[in-house]
């Protein structure tokens, strides 16, 4: 299988790197194409770097759009000829950053997993993960023993052992929260992510497991 990953932020590179040390194919995409090209030649032969979205998109199965959650909307909707019958990874998180850290711009009890799984292709397969942990958690604590949980949330059989697959691929054991009815859970401020219920401690599998069901 095949993973698009779009937008070379943080989050983008690191599971670049993660999945393509699990023996992953991934095709890399940013607004700047040198920054992906340079990803690519570091991670090697199963890194490709490509210009165009779309052509990223129709050679995909899986696509990972690692991009700001402002950006998204024009994305699916820009996009969504390319996105019939893929696995869409949604690992965003509806915030800015001001001052005193970050603000949600969405209502207080909507998510963008929720959000965006309304902006998706009716064929496509929508899961939300890879959103808890922060780029540096994700890079540092990957293979850790025992592994640290990534949730997940979809109400897809096909996302779902999707999201499984490269959460393990990735490093960490995936923990599934129920449905995109669950996503707010395990995005900022939720009660499964470590910048809210968690007060910033990201959990193994058992203590996330135990954590879900009290």
């Known amino acids: 299988m095949t993973t698009a990953i779009i937008g070379m932020g943080n989050i983008g590179r690191t599971l670049a790197r993660h999945l393509t040390d699990g ?6 995409v940013d ?16 890194a490709q770097a490509v210009v165009d979205v779309k052509d990223a998109l129709d050679a995909a199965d899986y696509v990972i ?17 390319s996105l019939h019958g893929k696995v869409i990874i949604d ?23 929720e959000l965006n799984a309304a902006r998706v292709p009716s064929d496509a397969h ?24 990534v949730f997940y949330a979809t109400d897809d059989d096909v996302a779902g052992a999707a999201a499984e697959k490269l959460i393990a691929v990735a490093g960490f054991d995936p923990v599934n929260v129920g449905g995109i009815d669950q996503s707010g859970r395990i995005e ?27």
């Open 65 to 81: 759009p690692t991009i700001w959650f402002a950006q998204q909307k024009e994305f699916f909707e820009q996009n969504a000829d």
């Open 126 to 149: 929508f899961v939300k993960t890879f959103g808890t942990l922060s780029a540096d958690e994700l890079r540092d604590l990957a293979h850790s023993d025992p592994r640290f949980a």
């Open 23 to 28: 023996g992953e194919r991934v095709l890399l």
């Open 91 to 113: 690992p965003s998180n509806a915030i800015e950053f001001e001052d005193n850290g970050p603000v949600k711009i969405i209502g207080e009890n909507e998510s963008a997993g």
């Open 31 to 46: 607004h700047t194409a040198s920054k992906a090209q340079d990803l690519a030649n570091e991670l090697g032969e199963t």
């Open 188 to 214: 900022v401020f939720g009660d499964l992510h470590p910048f809210g219920g968690l007060d910033g401690k990201p959990l193994t599998k058992a203590q996330a497991e135990d954590r879900l069901a009290k």
